[in-house]
């Protein structure tokens, strides 16, 4: 774990927001010059508290107006069925996330689709041909607020 101070709070505060921004710029909002700003990113970069910067669509204006999320539980247990499923789930491009997780399931995922029919066709085909699968859960997204989560 790397010490923060309130400057590199506020400058990863003004990152989550939008990674995009130039360090002359987060310079001005942090009353900093461009040349200790950017030294700052690079701290963090180095230390791994800054691991990238992503890009973030809008699914709904590229077509996909339907995300929904999938609560797999495997028939079968044990280390060659979870490689089997993880590296077959990966292969579909309508899967989003893969999450391995404890609880009712043991992986969720992230699946957008076009709308309901496509998702349909994508569970049938895809999703429920992988090697393992037993039963499935299916949440349909409402609504999303992102928000960046407890930082410090």
Known sequence: ????????RALLLALVDDATQSASVLGRKLG???????????????????????LDLDREKLGFGVTVFLGVKLATK??????DFER?????PEVQTVE????MYDYRLRV???????FER??????MTLPGVGNVEANVLLSEEKRPGPLF
Request: hydrophobic share 40%; proline share 3%; glycine share 6%.
């Open 122 to 127: 994508v569970l049938r085909r895809r999703i």
């Open 78 to 83: 044990g280390r060659v069925s979870l490689e």
């Open 100 to 103: 391995h997780v404890l609880g």
């Open 1 to 8: 774990m790397i010490d923060l101070d309130d400057i590199d």
């Open 112 to 118: 957008t689709a076009r709308d309901i029919p496509d």
């Open 32 to 54: 900093m010059s461009q040349p200790a700003t950017w030294r700052r990113i690079k701290r963090l970069q180095d230390s791994g508290v800054i691991s990238g910067r992503r």
């Open 88 to 92: 077959a789930v990966k292969a579909i």
